[in-house]
């Protein structure tokens, strides 16, 4: 029993992992439909959650899950719209100041996963609702006050896949794409 609880204490040590809950804004890109009102809207807030963890203190791995409601704003044609997003990513970061205790974790992120696209029209036209399979890129940086509670700010762009049947890979970079800022706080355990 003592030495399964000393590996034990010995693993915690070396690997630490989080959740985290945020709030932000989606800004510049291309709708790729026509639809500028994304990049014109000022308004789009985001939020979503993220879990995740590192393994001997410099790669890990995060599943980021986001949803921004009235993504295409609102205006005449317009009745309701979002974007949703859920990716796994991911990380390589430094913890400055070790994995326990209070410190810094700059870090980079590159992740795919799903993106979704819908807006329904009030009148006249059809209505659009996609699912493509996406990537993101970022940075950002976790500061902690302690063992557990800190906060988290971070930049990322996304962007969808295209199907390309004429090329070695058949995926190349989509037309829509955005960034997105965002602040939260995070817990370690």
């Known amino acids: 029993m003592a030495a399964l609880s000393k590996g034990l204490k010995a693993a915690a040590a070396s690997a630490d ?10 800004f510049g890109g291309s709708t790729g439909e026509g639809l500028t009102e994304a990049v014109e809207n000022s308004a789009n807030r985001t939020y979503g959650v993220n879990v995740g963890g590192m393994g ?4 890990g791995g995060e599943f980021d899950f986001a949803y921004t409601p009235q993504f295409f704003g609102s205006d005449a044609a317009v009745d309701t719209s979002n974007v949703m997003t859920a990716h796994g990513s991911v990380l390589l970061g430094i913890p400055i100041g070790g994995q326990t205790g209070g410190g810094l974790r700059p870090y980079g992120v590159v992740g795919v996963g799903m993106i979704r696209r819908q807006v329904e029209f009030l009148d006249f036209f059809d209505n659009i609702s996609t699912s493509a ?42 037309t829509f794409h955005f960034s997105r800022a965002t602040a939260g706080i995070v817990l370690r355990f």
């Open 17 to 26: 992992a989080w959740f985290s809950a945020y709030l932000g804004s989606v």
């Open 56 to 59: 001997n203190g410099i790669i």
């Open 133 to 174: 399979f996406g990537y993101n890129v970022g940075f950002g940086v976790m500061g902690f006050l302690g063992n557990v509670f800190g906060l988290r700010g971070e930049y990322r762009y996304f962007r969808n896949f295209q199907k390309d049947d004429g090329s070695v890979i058949p995926l190349s970079p989509g």
